[in-house]
């Protein structure tokens, strides 16, 4: 119905003003088909309605369009992100507002580029639909990869609560997987602008595709795989943001995690997470023997703390993992690659005279990439803090597979916002793009074992205090997408605009 209305406005002539409503209100009801939400069957509404906004229209105004959907979009989806600011009311309540609203702004140029650029192929029907879909995947990928990235709430994340469609990740990649999406949204609605032979055609390639991935996907969930001999220990100390850092509860938060780890109960890796511990543990030889104390013989703690080292340049911060033995030791460490801009540092500092959002004396320094450790008595994993999980094919070191992923985070920043949420469906997507298996500790929630079907095994829920104890799912055989990364998304990129080209030099010659 609301295609049909579209169409009728666009027949009579619809202003700039109704329009920009028209195109927003879809953005913002897009959101919904994402998790938590998942309700993938509003797409086709949404994208659906985008295409006849634009198809046929100058670039001008359908760039107008992608920019009003990318606001309504990016300012639903991201709203959770107003609660960081919160944090420290007194210091950045007042950015709340103009900081989200800004920030839907900026991104929703990737939407408006991507609809003016659809625009000036002048495609319709099939050949329409192609170009439309790889426009918008093409304008993903560009949010995230330029200015660091940021890569959220990709238009794939609407299958990541569903099993089969979610497979088609281990193969193309959450990009790849976004472009089939929007075709598939967009292909229904060319059936009400083209002729018999195009409504046919485009029922026959809507059919390919779903019966592809479904099969796919149904193929390669049949496959058994048990868990490992490994079981991890996950400890969430649910402590809330504004408590983490202050002296007054330091002991009591320090106490909590000590004494959840010392539960009842055997564990081959005992899992903390993101800045657990409020200071730098690697120069407390205090709080190491107290770790210690509470590690069985031959265990190991990964858990995140911050970490500082001087030179004669001066001092960098890094935002860490540390791995401690059961002597106190630490045996290795990883340092976060993947920086949170005006969180973890002030993207030009020297031009932006503003101060980050977290604690800490100066900008973090990031590591050298994406790292996997070897720890006795455990196989080798790959590690991540936090933001790094929502890069596709940027989670592991190609050239040293893990086994497993373990990322630490802190959603304690958001509450119980979308954002902590949406967070666990990047962590999922990321684990069928490798096929490897994901364990996410989280402060606040939520925490979770994840196989490398993106199945959630084991978890933990929001604002929860406890231990959760699971085996180790085993590492899957290393994906197309693990294999040959965004490759494998360039190559359905290729086929989609070879297709287009095709069907449109076939319209023109015949007769």
């Known amino acids: 119905m609301i295609s049909i209305g579209i169409t009728v406005l666009r027949i009579s002539g619809m202003s700039g003003i109704i329009l920009t409503f028209c195109a927003f209100g879809l953005g913002a009801l897009a959101v919904l088909a994402l ?72 991104l929703a140029l990737f939407p408006a580029a991507a609809m003016a650029a659809f625009a000036w192929s002048r495609t319709k029907g099939v050949s329409g639909a192609l170009i439309f879909a790889v426009c918008w995947s093409v304008s993903e990928w560009l949010r995230g990869t330029m200015l660091t990235g940021f890569p959220w709430n990709l238009i794939a994340y609407a299958w990541a609560d569903y099993d089969i469609p979610r497979q088609m990740a281990a193969w193309v990649g959450s990009y790849g997987l976004g472009l089939v999406t929007v075709l598939l949204s967009v292909l229904p609605v060319t059936l009400l602008m083209g002729n018999r032979r195009q409504n046919a055609f485009a029922a026959f390639v809507f059919m390919s595709v779903v019966g592809g991935a479904g099969t796919l996907g149904t193929v390669r969930l049949m496959a058994t795989t048990p868990p490992t001999d490994t079981t991890v220990r996950i400890v969430q100390g649910n402590i809330p943001q504004t408590e983490k850092w202050d002296p007054a509860f330091r002991e009591r938060n320090i106490s909590r995690y000590l004494d959840l780890s010392a539960q009842s109960g055997s564990f081959d890796v005992l899992l903390w997470p993101e800045s657990a511990f409020p200071g730098y543990l690697d120069e407390n030889p205090e709080m190491l023997g107290r770790i210690a104390e509470r590690l069985p013989e031959g265990r190991v703690l990964l858990t995140g703390a911050q970490t500082r080292e001087s030179d004669g340049t001066g001092t960098r911060y890094r935002n860490s993992i540390l791995a401690v033995d059961q002597t106190g030791q630490i045996v290795t460490r990883y340092a976060k690659h993947h920086l949170v801009p005006f969180g973890e540092y002030v993207p030009l500092r020297s031009f932006l005279p503003i101060q980050r959002l977290t604690a800490g004396l100066g900008d973090f320094t990031p590591g050298p990439g994406p790292q996997t450790v070897e720890l006795p008595g455990l196989s080798p994993v790959g590690l991540s803090i936090c933001y790094e999980a929502i890069f596709p094919g940027r989670v592991v070191d190609a050239a040293s597979r893990p086994d497993w992923i373990f990322n630490a985070t802190n959603d304690a920043w958001f509450g119980a916002s979308l954002g902590p949420r949406q967070h666990l469906a990047s962590a999922r997507m990321r684990a069928v793009e490798e096929g490897l298996p994901l364990v996410r500790a989280a402060n606040t929630g939520i925490s979770a074992v994840i196989d490398g079907y993106g199945r959630i095994v084991a978890r933990l829920g929001l604002d929860e205090t406890g231990v959760l104890d699971a085996r180790l799912p085993a590492a899957l055989p290393a994906t197309p997408f693990a294999k040959y990364g965004q490759m494998m998304f360039l190559l359905v990129l290729a086929a989609c605009i070879a297709g287009a080209i095709g069907l449109t030099i076939g319209k023109e010659k015949a007769p």
């Open 35 to 106: 998790p938590p939400f998942s309700m993938p069957v509003l797409l086709p509404v949404a994208f659906g309605a985008l295409y006849l906004l634009t198809v046929g229209e100058s670039r001008m105004r359908a760039g107008l369009a992608g920019w009003a959907f990318g606001v309504g979009f990016f300012l639903f989806g991201l709203s959770w992100i107003a609660e960081s600011f919160f944090v420290d009311a007194e210091r950045f309540g007042w950015m709340a507002v103009p900081a989200v609203a800004g920030l839907a702004a900026g």
